[in-house]
Each structure stands twice: as C-alpha cells, then as structure tokens.
C-alpha cells in the first residue's frame, strides 16, 4: 500500500499545508493513516484540534526507530500513509523518505527554492540506491503567482533533472487559512486545484486510486 512522504530541506514551502490538504481531500474516500514526523507537531495538532470533515487516523511520531516500524506496519493495512516531516538534519525525515513508495517535495518558484528541492530530490536518490530500491520523487510547486510563475523555475528544474507534477497550487488564502479552519477547499480555484493533484497522484498510483468510503478513525 502506498507511503506517500511529503518532504523538503527547507522549512516553509508547504509540507504541512500539502498534507492537509492530501488529509482532508482524500479521508472520505480512503482508509487513512496520517503520520507525523515533526517535531513542531503542526499536522498532527491541526488534524485533532482543527480539522473538520471525514475522520482518518493520526499518529505522531518524531522517533526515527519507532517511525520506521509505524510505517511498516500501518502499511500493510491502510490504503495511504501520508508523511509530514521536519525539515533536513532530522533523522525521522531521513527514516520517511527510505520507508516511502514516493516522496513529493513542495517547492516555492524562487531559484534558491529549487536548489533545495534539487537537493531533497538528490538526497531521495541516494537513499532509494542504498536501499536497492526506486523511490520516485516529484516537485509540487506551491504559492505560485500566475505572473510569476515560472518559465524560468520550470527551466531551471530541467536543469537539475527534476520532475515536477504538473499540478501545482496557487498562493491563496483558501489555503493560507487552513492552519486555522480546518477546511479543506473543495469549490472554488483552490477545489480545482485539489482536485487537479489529487487526479494527478491518482494516475501515478502514489494515492490509492479507487474510492470506497472506509472512514475508520
Ligand atoms: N498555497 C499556499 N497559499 C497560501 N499560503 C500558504 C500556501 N502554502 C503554505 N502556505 C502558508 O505558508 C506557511 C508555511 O507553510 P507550511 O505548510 O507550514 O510549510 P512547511 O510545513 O513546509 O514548513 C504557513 O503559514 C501556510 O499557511
Ligand atoms: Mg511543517
């Protein structure tokens, strides 16, 4: 079953606000286990104490022994295990991105934003080498600004060799104000958006891909 882990080097491009929005869009339809790795704990405190919609069950965990077996196990029976972690240095994002079946990486347009993720994404292959394995890695740019967007950061990605879904989600206060909502956006831009790379990781089996109501807290 899919462990989808939601990492960058930086603090601030969106790992938190990315797995809120994977949370709250995805729970109705999915058996899902919500792990969190950071030890600011703001997922996990965001997903008992503001969240509002479909429950799913949330773990926080910001030892690196104890991570790695949580996986493991709520693997073998949830459909998706979505990760948030710290940002780099921390040894339970570390232990996510090696348990991972992919990793997505939230990245601002900047031109220093993509060198972190460059090396998020190089750090992802290192990994995925030392444990034999393929770990698949995409960027996710976030807080995008039409206008600045970013001829420029898709080139510069292609310049680093990243991939970049083609999904990405606009600086907007639907999802700026979720920290304190609850609400995850489902009509409007920010719903199209949602609903754009929720399609996306479908198609890339990083999420699972059908739907069935299997709600179990
Ligand atoms: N697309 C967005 N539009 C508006 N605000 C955003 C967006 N993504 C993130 N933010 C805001 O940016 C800040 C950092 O986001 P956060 O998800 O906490 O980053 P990280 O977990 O990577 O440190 C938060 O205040 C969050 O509300
Ligand atoms: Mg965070």
Redesign the pocket.
Known sequence: MPVLTVA?SK???????VCEILAGALAGSCHLVALDADPTL?FSRWASETYEGPAFKTIAETDEARLAHLIAEHAGEADLVLVDTAGFGNRAATVAMTSADAVLI?ALAGEADITEAEKTARLVEGLARAARREIPARVLF??VRRTTLAKHAGSELERAKLVRLKAS????VA??E??YSGRVPLSGTAGTEVAALVAELRKLRWIPATTRNAVRP
């Not at 603090?11 to 606000?17: A, E, F, L």
């Not at 989600?169 to 907007?172: E, Q």
């Open positions: 960058s603090g601030g491009p969106g790992k938190s606000t703001a939230p976030n807080r989600l606009s600086d907007l999802y700026g979720l920290s």
